[in-house]
């Protein structure tokens, strides 16, 4: 807050030099409607303009932001058409102030560099631990595919064998290696969804990680 | 306010507030504040606007040794307004017609509401 009340001529000449930007027919323009403001207003409410103008400064934005955005809005279009029919009216919505577009700066790009760099160590061991999880699934799968179907194609031969000397135990033999070769399929299947979902949730806890992580740093700009 | 104003409804407010006699800037803003709540800083980029977009045209009177300049409507303006009006009669309508037909007991008693 001001330590001590400011004046209408105070505000006027603060307020002149905040609209400095504006060309000077604009600046001149709103100077002396705030001058005759304040005249008309009367001295008795020169304090009360004051403070429900907001500071000079602010008051100079409001200013500064409509007649850029007035500046782009001519234009493309206006609210009011070149003659009275068509396209005037409707409710517009407010002029929202330009949004600077979000752009990385050599130093945020640096900083990232940076952060990049030192925890790749990390980033690499987790990378490590990964492949050699993905590769243990792997043997898993093809170790019980090896134990089941190394058990069906011996129970397969020996059936046949068997088939020349006792034909019962031979048909025996072999419906059992088809049993072991059936479950093949039954127990992998079941085994590498569980495996698929684990590197899903994996996925996703490392892109969260990453959106954590990048999220913190735009704070930290 | 529970309703906030949005800019089109307050170049309404600006051109009927001037169509009824010219005035000038402070009057505007003490018109239109009766009515809605806007802060003292709003009307100056809305009357500028309105200038540009030659709805509203100025002229400068001589008032107690100082000057004063007026506002007034051009004909694009009042041609502005009327169409201001119709959008606004027709906004209301299919506001209040949701609004006061919730049940036979609010029942809304204007003109529209009963045909």
């Not at chain 1, 068509?86 to 330009?98: H, L, S, W």
């Not at chain 1, 019980?144 to 059936?159: N, S």
């Not at chain 2, 003292?40 to 500028?48: A, F, G, I, K, Q």
């Not at chain 2, 307004?81 to 049940?103: A, M, S």
């Amino acid at each position: 807050m001001e330590m001590k009340p400011m004046n209408k001529y105070e505000f006027l000449s603060r307020l002149r030099n905040a609209l400095s930007a504006l060309p000077n027919e604009e600046r001149d323009a709103a100077m002396s409607y705030y001058e005759e403001f304040f005249s008309d207003a009367g001295e008795d409410n020169e304090k009360a303009v004051i403070a429900s103008l907001g500071t000079p400064e602010e008051l100079a934005r409001s200013i500064i932001s409509e007649n850029t955005a007035e500046n782009v809005k001519t234009e493309t279009e206006s609210n009011f058409g070149s003659n009275s029919s068509g396209g005037y009216g409707g409710f517009t919505p407010p002029p929202t102030p330009a949004q600077s577009a979000k752009k990385w700066t050599g130093g945020q790009i640096a900083l990232f560099v940076v952060l990049a760099v030192f925890s790749a160590p990390f980033l690499l061991s987790v990378a490590a631990v990964l492949v050699s999880l993905i590769v243990a699934f792997f043997a898993l799968i093809i170790g019980l595919m090896a134990g089941f179907g190394g058990g069906a194609i011996g129970l397969l031969v020996g059936g046949i064998a068997a088939m020349f000397d006792n034909p019962v135990v031979g048909i025996f033999l072999l419906g059992q290696s088809l049993i072991l070769g059936g479950l093949i399929p039954l127990a992998v299947y079941p085994l590498c969804k569980a495996i698929f979902k684990l590197a899903k949730t994996c996925a996703k806890g490392i892109s969260a990680l990453f959106n954590r992580l990048t999220g913190r740093k735009e704070i930290i700009q | 306010m529970a309703f906030p104003i949005t800019s089109a409804l307050l170049d309404a407010l600006v051109l009927a507030v001037v169509a009824k006699e010219d005035t000038y800037g402070y009057k505007i803003t003490q018109d239109i504040r009766v009515a809605v709540d806007v802060s003292e800083s709003t009307l100056y980029p809305v009357l500028r606007r309105l200038q540009k977009e030659e709805v509203l045209e100025t002229y400068d009177r001589e008032f107690q040794g100082r000057n004063r300049r007026y506002y007034r409507v051009t004909n694009k303006g009042s041609a502005a307004l009327e169409l201001y009006r119709e959008e606004w009669k027709l906004h209301r309508k299919k506001i209040e017609d949701i609004i006061f037909t919730q049940g036979e007991e609010h029942t809304y008693n204007g003109d529209e509401a009963n045909e």
